[in-house]
């Protein structure tokens, strides 16, 4: 069935290579999964999904270049068939409300077994939603007070980078950076930028 019309296309996005290559042997196992291209950063599975049309993107929510959540926001934005499952080590009820927020079709925990991610999958590409249900029930929890750019700036800053080599990322001056960090450290009650990166990332915002 794999070249056949009735196989279910699949892109990988993952930028650790073993589990990259180790869920694409899991799914290539599978009679009616096909595994069309496999990305290492967000701005390739971008790219793959524009290129090749799959029904469905596997994505890690952490990845280089944009997060698995930015790649399912752009491609709701274009109006992409493709749907979206996130596979992640992220237990966050936060990652979860984005991500449904996103328009993401399923979000598993990557410690699932290998039929579950199969059969999460086939149950999207039928237009359904799946969830893992450790999170569902905290889905809709505390509401994440960051706006997109905040987010954007404050990731940066948590990785490091300064104020001007945020706004050259971003195509922002320093001043607009500043003001986005200081607003969101307020909303996170942090005294600086580092700490604010950390509480946000430990519930899920980032």
Do not use: C
């Not at 493709?82 to 596979?87: A, E, H, L």
């Amino acid at each position: 069935m794999k070249t056949g019309e009735k196989a279910i296309r699949v892109v990988l996005a993952e930028d650790q290579t073993l589990v990259l290559g180790a869920l694409a042997a899991l799914l290539d196992i599978e009679p009616d999964i096909a595994v069309v291209a496999q990305a290492r950063n967000g701005r390739e599975a971008l790219e793959a999904v524009l290129a090749h049309e799959p029904d469905v993107l596997i994505a890690d929510i952490e990845m280089p270049e944009l997060t698995g959540l930015e790649v399912a926001e752009e491609l709701r934005r274009r109006g992409a068939r493709t749907r979206v499952v996130i596979v992640t080590t992220f237990a966050r009820a936060g990652y979860l409300r984005r991500a449904l927020e996103a328009g993401v079709s399923g979000y598993l925990l990557k410690d699932r077994p290998a039929a579950a991610l199969a059969d999460a999958v086939r149950r999207v590409r039928q237009g359904l939603r799946v969830v893992d249900p450790e999170l569902a029930a905290g889905a809709w929890g505390e509401a994440d007070p960051l706006t997109d750019r905040e987010r954007q700036a404050l990731r940066l800053a948590g990785e490091g980078l300064s104020g001007g080599e945020i706004a050259a990322r971003l195509g922002l001056s320093e001043g607009t950076v500043r003001n986005y960090l200081s607003e969101a450290m307020n909303k996170l009650g942090a005294p600086n930028r580092v700490q604010a990166a950390r509480i946000a990332r430990e519930k899920g915002w980032l």
